[in-house]
Nanobody, 121 residues
Framework: QVRLVESGGGLVQAGGSLRLSCVASGRTDSVAAMGWFRQVPGKEREFVAAISWTGAITRSADSVKVRFSISRDNAKKLVYLQMNSLKLEDTAVYYC??????????????WGQGTQVTVSS
């Protein structure tokens, strides 16, 4: 079993920054990549960004490419999402995600419980 726990969400003004963190534990050998999704009430969960466990290969949604960046710390089993120039439409619950080998970027197998990010005007 793989467990993912995210943190770092909160309230921030538009134009500000936040950094989300996610720590992985359990059978992490089965995880080939980790990433982030977000979801607002009544809408589908949306892919944000992902990074491979080794090699630091990254992928991100077009809507956040110039504003968000993903990084990892293999030794600490941590993945980060640095969010800059936040917009009102970035408000969502952000979920940490884990991928098994061969998974598409948009489809993860393991999930954290989410952390709320609220951007205010």
């Amino acid at each position: 079993q793989v467990r993912l726990v995210e943190s770092g969400g909160g309230l921030v003004q538009a134009g500000g920054s936040l950094r989300l963190s996610c720590v992985a534990s359990g059978r992490t050998d089965s995880v080939a990549a980790m990433g982030w999704f977000r979801q607002v009430p009544g809408k589908e969960r949306e892919f944000v960004a992902a990074i491979s466990w080794t090699g630091a290969i990254t992928r991100s949604a077009d809507s956040v490419k110039v504003r968000f960046s993903i990084s990892r710390d293999n030794a600490k089993k941590l993945v980060y999402l640095q969010m800059n120039s936040l917009k009102l439409e970035d408000t969502a619950v952000y979920y940490c995600a884990g991928y098994t080998i061969g998974s598409n970027w948009s489809r993860a197998q393991y999930w954290g419980q989410g952390t709320q990010v609220t951007v205010s005007s």
